[in-house]
């Protein structure tokens, strides 16, 4: 059973830019979460989506948005880029939206986006 | 074995050895919580995980402990062994809501 898969792996951005990033889920997984990871902010929850509808989301401001499509595949966007948002965003998906031993996050390898 | 305090970045022992990681959760309606283990160059895995209504649960060589009094989780690895070198978070999360991690604590193990 393939994990969860991200696309691009790297990439490198200037300021002002935006950015699209790309997560596919484990097969019959309908719930993916988005989390950026940074040294000194450790790993914050951006959102969550379950059924393309945005279900949590984070204390980030409105430059970071994101999407669900029907395939259960999501997009996450960052218009304006700062240097801050230097980061690895990584996505993680689920059965569905309810935490329990048989429905654990999963994570794929991340994106990492240099800004600068 | 070796044992941390709450919360310390780091934590380094000998093959062999016992190790302890401690966290702190915040928020007292968190009812799941979860171990996850991140090597470098890669997204965190699942170790083991625990719901509130227990205080003890047990793995391959981890346990997890659960204190809800004083809101700590603890992560005990036996025979600490090089291949456990990594980043652990630990994370929690009440119903509905999403799972929210916390500061890692980096295991070095020398052999």
């Known amino acids: 059973k393939a994990g969860v898969t991200q696309t691009p792996r790297y990439l490198i951005k200037t300021r002002g830019q935006q950015v699209t990033l790309s997560c596919s889920p484990i097969?019959?997984?309908?719930?993916v979460s988005w989390y950026q990871q940074t040294p000194g902010q450790g790993l914050q929850f951006l959102f969550e989506?379950?059924?393309?509808?945005?279900?949590n989301k984070g204390n980030f401001p409105g430059r970071f948005s994101g999407r669900q499509f029907s395939n259960s595949r999501s997009e996450m966007n960052v218009s304006t880029l700062e240097l801050g948002d230097s980061a690895l965003y990584l996505c993680?998906?689920?059965?569905?939206?309810?935490?329990?031993?048989?429905?654990?996050?999963?994570f794929g390898a991340g994106s990492r986006l240099t800004v600068l | 074995g070796e044992s941390v305090g709450l919360h310390l970045p780091t934590l380094s022992v000998q093959e062999g050895d016992n190790s302890i990681i401690n966290c702190a959760y915040s928020n007292s309606a968190s009812d799941y919580f979860i171990w996850y283990k991140q090597e470098s160059g890669k997204g965190p895995q699942f170790i083991i995980d625990?719901?509130?209504?227990?205080d003890k649960r047990q793995g391959q060589r981890v346990t997890v402990l659960l204190n809800k009094t004083v809101k700590h989780l603890s992560l005990q690895i036996a025979a600490t062994q090089p291949g456990d070198s990594a980043v652990y978070f630990c994370a929690e999360t009440a119903s509905g809501t999403a799972l929210i991690f916390g500061k890692g604590t980096t295991l070095s193990v020398s052999s």
């Open positions: 989506y379950f059924s393309e509808t945005q279900r």
């Open positions: 097969s019959g997984h309908r719930s």
């Open positions: 625990i719901r509130s209504n227990m």
């Open positions: 993680a998906s689920r059965t569905g939206p309810s935490a329990s031993g048989a429905n654990v996050l999963t």
